[in-house]
């Protein structure tokens, strides 16, 4: 026991992973199973004629679906896809689609509103696509469902917890990343849909409770859900909101991060301004949205690296093409800010601005600073989120604002040890009980049959 000792963290961070593996091998569909098409030929995806008579979160379509990770490792997990109906900014319908995952032994009474940040202009990287059994991994493009993947990891965490998690395409039929207004009402109207299909997922209410979440690029329609509800959604019963990492000033974003190794984000979110873009763009910066919008967050970060929006050689206006839309809403539920103090990509400053001027409006918000950078405050963050959630759905946050810094260490090199003991522990007591009974309740595959079914 002496030598084993020091990989103990190692071990328990291999256990909360495991059940994934475990059952994604001993699934007979491993390596048999039929490619799904892409949503740019599933008719699925399809609204109907006569969608602007429908009102927001209407149920248009449905179906039950095997969800894998890297599109072809059965994640044995049951779900469904609901195509619902939702609105633009500027008040016009669309048809967007969310992805359930329910737990085998659920609470009823509540679910998750997960947004991922899949931080793409094309419609087929979609999560209700990568996510799916047969979607991937696609010959020429072995990436596109890396992020899924590791996304798919921290909805686990929910689940575990007993949480039916519903996650949906928060840039709407277009892929709009980073269209605020667009991304927000996708979220609200992706929870009426939920609470609408509540008899297929077998609520006990008829009113579940509900809390969101996103990090980075899936913190963003966050933060615009949490603002819009009041205005927007304001009959749903949302306990609070969970997000870090997530741009709010995109132009002190764009500052930052352009001729980095994160540019495409930005060519990404500046190839949904039309019609701006039309009037603008060059040439070369027609070819490089047109490639943008038709391939995912991964191949567009190698390609695209160190390349400059404000270059006159993609558009005409150079760095004057920069604005700061004002947001105005305030949050109704209560709120866990947080945001990492090396963040590379996003200014720790757009949290703490964001803080002040929603508490200034009298919204409750958490704010914690940790000592990560972009990518391993996720992590870090992980066991107060997960204790958020819970009091959140409890009633028990303290309805003040308040600004915390968490000293934990960033997971570098010399600090990995004892962070990742710290944050294994934590993870533990959150999830031990649900883990220890997925162990002794084996044999449930969540095989689902693929069946669609028009509501």
Not at 212 to 228: E, T
């Amino acid at each position: 026991m002496r030598i084993l000792k020091p990989y103990w963290p190692l071990i328990v961070a291999v256990q909360f992973i495991a059940p994934l593996a475990s059952i994604a091998w001993a699934s007979p569909q491993a390596g048999s199973f039929a490619k799904v098409p892409r949503p740019d030929r599933d008719p699925f995806y399809a609204p109907p004629p006569d969608l602007e008579h429908f009102v927001p979160g209407t149920v248009l379509r449905s179906r039950e679906v095997n969800t894998a990770l890297l599109g072809f490792l059965p994640s044995g997990v049951a779900a469904w896809q609901l195509l619902y109906r939702s609105t633009t900014g500027h008040g016009s319908a669309i048809a967007a689609v969310t992805t359930i995952f329910r737990p085998l032994r659920p609470k009823r009474d509540r679910f998750m509103s997960y947004m991922m940040a899949y931080n793409s202009g094309s419609p087929n990287c979609v999560p209700s696509f990568t996510w799916r059994l047969g979607s991937g991994p696609t010959p020429g493009r072995p990436l596109d469902n890396w992020q899924p993947t590791v996304e798919f990891l921290r909805i686990r965490g929910y689940l575990l917890q007993g949480f039916i998690v519903s996650s949906p395409d928060h840039e709407g039929p277009d892929s709009a990343f980073s269209a605020g207004r667009v991304s927000g009402r996708c979220v609200l109207d992706s929870m009426r849909a939920t609470t609408n299909f509540g008899h297929s997922l077998n609520f006990s209410v008829s009113k579940p409770a509900i809390v969101g979440s996103g990090y980075s690029g899936g913190g963003i329609p966050v933060i615009w859900a949490a603002a819009l509800q009041r205005n927007y959604a304001p009959e749903l019963p949302i306990k609070g909101w969970v997000v870090g990492g997530a741009p709010v000033n995109w132009t002190e974003v764009i500052q930052m991060i352009h001729k980095s190794t994160v540019s495409s984000l930005v060519l990404t979110g500046f190839a949904q301004l039309r019609p701006l873009w039309d009037k603008v763009v060059t040439a070369r910066g027609r070819q490089m949205f047109q490639f943008i919008r038709t391939h995912c967050l991964e191949i567009n970060t190698f390609k695209f690296a160190y390349s400059s929006i404000l270059s006159y050689k993609f558009q005409t206006l150079g760095p004057s093409i920069l604005h700061h839309p004002r947001k105005d809403e305030t949050p109704m539920a209560p709120v866990f800010l947080y945001h990492g103090k090396r963040d590379q990509i996003v200014p720790t400053t757009q949290s703490l601005s964001l803080a002040k001027t929603w508490c200034n409006r009298k919204a409750h918000v958490t704010f914690t600073i940790y000592s990560g950078e972009h990518m391993t405050t996720s992590l870090l963050a992980m066991p107060k989120a997960y204790k958020f959630v819970n009091k959140a759905f409890q009633g028990t946050v303290t309805p003040s604002c308040s600004q915390n810094i968490d000293d934990s260490k960033s997971l570098s090199s010399v600090g990995l040890p004892t962070t990742l003991n710290s944050l294994i522990i934590k993870l533990t007591n959150y999830l031990g009980p649900a883990r220890r009974w997925d162990r002794e309740n084996p044999g449930h595959s969540g095989k689902r049959t693929g069946r669609t079914n028009n509501e």
